[in-house]
């Protein structure tokens, strides 16, 4: 199974960008690359997800390297609504497998 | 709003006694998912269907079994909980090369 590793836990002041790494150095050609957050007591949310280029939407942006052995989820200004847990994910077929992620905690 | 849906929220069951936990969506998604969270880990997928065909992940005891009946409903039966199966149950579902949707999940607590 392709797995990613990410660091265990993050902090970040209100309203200043986040940076959130995810190393995932087994990645195969096919994989998506796909990032979820889970706030207290709710079930994952999705973020964003991406191939090889890097993509922005409403909620994060992602940036991809070049050789997709990492990628990195960018949190533009984060809130205080944004505490949650990140999980970073490569996904195949119908396979999603969930590595530890990181809990990122905001500082008001 | 098109959404997964879980009940309960929250199931009380005794050691050895079945339990089943139920999911539906309305979001017409062919792809169902089953995951287990226990306190402070990741959640962990139990079993998957692409629309009718079954997908048992190798390492789900044999105590955790499935049904969907149609594309809407699928269903989480848990034949003997001891207390090791007292987690968060989380329902998901995705379009066949889509994200997933997941559910609030059913915290079950097991005596």
């Known amino acids: 199974d392709a797995k990613t590793t990410q660091p265990n836990s993050m902090e970040s002041n209100e309203e200043e960008p986040v940076h959130l790494p995810c190393n995932h150095s087994t990645i195969s050609g096919t994989d998506y690359i796909h990032w979820y957050r889970q706030l207290p007591s709710q079930g994952p949310e999705y973020v964003i997800h991406g191939l090889t280029s890097n993509v922005n939407n409403r909620m994060a942006s992602l940036a991809i390297a070049e050789d997709r052995k990492s990628s990195t989820l960018i949190l533009h200004r984060a809130t205080l609504r944004d505490a949650a847990v990140y999980y970073c994910?490569?996904?195949?077929?119908?396979?999603?497998?969930f590595g530890p992620g990181t809990r990122l905690s905001v500082l008001p | 709003d098109a959404m997964v849906i879980q009940n309960p929220r929250y199931q009380v069951t005794q050691f050895g006694k079945p339990v089943t936990l139920s999911c539906s969506q309305t979001l017409n998604h062919n792809v169902m998912y089953w995951y287990q969270q226990k306190s402070s880990q990741a959640p962990k997928l139990l079993f998957h269907y692409y629309d009718k065909d079954f997908n048992n992940e190798a390492d789900t005891p044999d105590n955790f079994q499935s049904r969907r009946p149609n594309t809407s409903f699928c269903f989480l039966d848990i034949r003997s909980p001891g207390l090791g199966d007292a987690a968060m149950y989380l329902c998901?579902?995705?379009?066949?090369?889509?994200?997933?949707?997941f559910g609030p999940g059913t915290r079950l607590t097991v005596l």
């Open positions: 998901a579902t995705s379009t066949s090369k889509g994200s997933q949707f």
């Open positions: 994910i490569l996904y195949y077929g119908q396979n999603f497998v």
